[in-house]
Nanobody, 121 residues
Framework: QVQLVESGGGLVQAGGSLRLSCAAS????????MGWYRQSPGQQRELVAN???????NYADSVKGRFTISRDNAKSTVYLQMNSLKPEDTAVYYC???????????????WGQGTQVTVSS
């Protein structure tokens, strides 16, 4: 069973930091893009940051300079280091990845279960 397992959310004061982790598990042949999205109540899910297998990264304007995405390909894991957190960063954060499961013929999109990040003012 291929899946994404997230960890690292929680409650933090404004100005603080959190680090999210997302590990892909199961029989995986290959991974391309890995990234993070977030969704606040009543809002659409939005891209926070993503990382291509070749190393290119992309960030939402609202998090540039504060968040850093990184990945450890040997561990099939993507991280999101979040610094200088603001109350408006409060959301459920979802890991997203395109995985090629063993026995399949291409990449499929997978989502993690979501982890709550709450930033108090």
């Amino acid at each position: 069973q291929v899946q994404l397992v997230e960890s690292g959310g929680g409650l933090v004061q404004a100005g603080g930091s959190l680090r999210l982790s997302c590990a892909a598990s199961g029989s995986i042949f290959s991974i391309t893009n890995m990234g993070w999205y977030r969704q606040s109540p009543g809002q659409q899910r939005e891209l926070v940051a993503n990382s291509a297998s070749g190393g290119n990264t992309n960030y939402a304007d609202s998090v540039k300079g504060r968040f850093t995405i990184s990945r450890d390909n040997a561990k099939s894991t993507v991280y999101l280091q979040m610094n200088s957190l603001k109350p408006e960063d409060t959301a459920v954060y979802y890991c997203n990845a395109y995985l090629w499961p063993v026995g399949k013929s291409g990449y499929y999109e997978y989502w993690g279960q979501g982890t709550q990040v709450t930033v108090s003012s």
